[in-house]
Each structure stands twice: as structure tokens, then as C-alpha cells.
Nanobody, 125 residues
Framework: EVQLAESGGGLVQPGGSLRLSCATS????????IGWFRQAPGKEREGVSC????????YYSDSIKDRFTISIDRTRNTVDLQMNNLKPEDTAVYYC??????????????????WGQGTLVTVSS
């Protein structure tokens, strides 16, 4: 069974940093791209970053480019999202998912409405 679990969220002041982690199991880690999505209060969920080991592709949305960095830890089979210079508009629940990762964006592989628990990031003074 494919499982992905997000962690690392919390409350941080503007300009601060957090590191999110997506723990994975139940599939061959190297065979899939993984992406991060977020859903802010009252807004639709958006894809913000993805990484594909197979195609050596990483993608960042304009809203997070140059502030967030996605990376893979093969020893733990996790995909991490280092978030620096956080802004109040980054406040959202963050989710990870298996995706197709393009240089121009990402598409979640699972078309259902079922998502994991996510991890809440709150940026506030």
C-alpha cells in the first residue's frame, strides 16, 4: 500500500524557516516523482514543487521560487521541502503526493479527492 505522511509544520514568524518532510512507503521510491501541494484557507489546493529522480527535474511555482528547496533523502526515503523567508501568504496545509513532474508544473497521479493528513504551516507575527 502506497503511503505518504507529511510532517514538520508549525507556527513561524515572517522571515523564518521550516523544513517539511514527506515520509514514503509501499512503492519503489526511485520510480516516482513526488510533489508538494498546499491549500490555504478559503483557496483551492495548488501544486508548489516537485522532484523527479528519473528525469532529473525539479519544479517550483512562482510563489515559492528562490525561497523553497525540494530535496530527496534516499537513506530515509523522504522528500523534504526546506522553506526559507516564509511569508504570511505561505500559511496553508501542505501535502505531498505522487506526481508527474514537469519543468513547468506537476500533476498528481491520484485523481481522487483523498489526501493525507497534511501538515499545517502558519506564518504569523
Amino acid at each position: 500500500e502506497v503511503q505518504l505522511a507529511e510532517s514538520g509544520g508549525g507556527l513561524v514568524q515572517p522571515g523564518g524557516s521550516l523544513r517539511l518532510s514527506c515520509a514514503t512507503s509501499g512503492f519503489t521510491f526511485d520510480d516516482y516523482a513526488i510533489g508538494w501541494f498546499r491549500q490555504a484557507p478559503g483557496k483551492e489546493r495548488e501544486g508548489v514543487s516537485c522532484i523527479s529522480q528519473t528525469n532529473d527535474i525539479t519544479y517550483y511555482s512562482d510563489s515559492i521560487k528562490d525561497r523553497f528547496t525540494i530535496s530527496i533523502d534516499r537513506t530515509r526515503n523522504t522528500v523534504d521541502l526546506q522553506m526559507n523567508n516564509l511569508k504570511p501568504e505561505d500559511t496553508a496545509v501542505y501535502y505531498c503526493a505522487l506526481t508527474v513532474c514537469f519543468r513547468s508544473g506537476l500533476v498528481r497521479l491520484d485523481a481522487s479527492d483523498a489526501w493525507g493528513q497534511g501538515t499545517l504551516v502558519t506564518v504569523s507575527s
